[in-house]
C-alpha cells in the first residue's frame, strides 16, 4: 500500500514538473530597434505554440494600452543548427506555430516593424508572451467535441499524450548527457595529449641544456 503511494506520488511530481516545463509566459519590454531572443530546450518531432499581443504605454493616462493595428511583429526562429525553420510577420496580436526536427537549444526571437514605430514616438512596447510546448497545444475541448468523447476517455487520452511528451522528454535527457558524454572524452583525451606533449618538450629541453652545458665547460677546458 506504501509502495502504490510512493509511486502515485512520484508519478504526480513528474508529471507537475513536464507541465511547468513545456508551458512559459512572461511579458518583456522592447524599443524601436530592439530585438528580443528566448531560447527555448525542445526535444525533436515536437509541436510548439506562441501567442502574443502588444500593448503602447500611454503618457497621458500612464498605462500601458493595447496597441494599434498599424504596429506589427517580425518572429523569427532557429534551430540548434542556426537553420531558420520560421521567419514571419504578423499583427500587433497573433499567433505562430513550428514543430521541431532536431532536439536541442531553439531561439526564438521577435522584434518590431520598425517603420510602424512613429505611431508611438519612441515610446516603450510591452509585449505578453505565452509559449506552450508539446501536448500543451492541444485544444481538448475541441478534441472531445470533434472526436465525440467522454470525459473518461478525454482524460485517457490526456495521460496518453503527457507520457508521450515525457518520453520525449527523456530521450531529449539521454541526448543531452550523451553529447556531454562525448565532450567530456573530447577533453579528458586533449588534454593527456597536451600532457604527453609538454613532457616531451621538457625532455628534449633537459636534453639540450645538457649539451649545451657539456659544450660550455669542453670549451672552457673545465672537463
Known amino acids: 500500500m506504501v509502495a502504490v503511494k510512493m509511486q502515485s506520488c512520484v508519478l504526480l511530481v513528474l508529471l507537475l514538473n513536464v507541465y511547468y516545463t513545456f508551458v512559459s509566459s512572461l511579458y518583456f519590454h522592447i524599443g524601436e530597434t530592439e530585438k528580443k531572443c528566448f531560447i527555448e530546450e525542445i526535444p525533436d518531432e ?20 493595447p496597441a494599434t493595428q498599424g504596429l506589427g511583429m517580425f518572429v523569427e526562429v532557429k534551430d540548434p543548427d542556426e537553420k531558420v ?3 514571419r510577420q504578423y499583427g500587433s496580436e497573433g499567433r505562430f506555430t513550428f514543430s521541431s526536427h532536431t532536439p536541442g ?3 526564438i526571437c521577435l522584434h518590431s516593424n520598425s517603420s510602424k514605430f512613429a505611431l508611438f514616438a519612441g515610446g516603450m512596447l510591452r509585449v505578453h508572451l505565452d509559449i506552450q510546448v ?20 478525454l482524460r485517457v487520452r490526456q495521460l496518453v499524450e503527457q507520457v508521450d511528451q515525457i ?3 527523456q530521450n531529449y535527457q539521454r541526448y543531452r ?11 579528458n583525451q586533449r588534454v593527456l595529449w597536451w600532457s604527453i606533449v609538454q613532457t616531451l618538450i621538457l625532455v628534449a629541453i633537459g636534453f639540450w641544456q645538457m649539451r ?12
Open 212 to 223: 649545451h652545458l657539456k659544450s660550455f665547460f669542453e670549451a672552457k677546458k673545465l672537463v
Open 167 to 169: 518520453q520525449k522528454e
Open 85 to 87: 525553420i520560421l521567419s
Open 177 to 187: 548527457e550523451e553529447r556531454f558524454r562525448q565532450t567530456s572524452e573530447s577533453t
Open 134 to 153: 508539446g501536448e500543451h497545444t492541444n485544444n481538448y475541448a475541441e478534441i472531445a467535441a470533434k472526436d465525440k468523447l467522454t470525459e473518461l476517455q
Open 46 to 65: 515536437t509541436m510548439i505554440i506562441g501567442n502574443y499581443r502588444t500593448q503602447l504605454y500611454d503618457k497621458q493616462k500612464e498605462e500601458y494600452l
Open 105 to 107: 537549444e531553439h531561439q
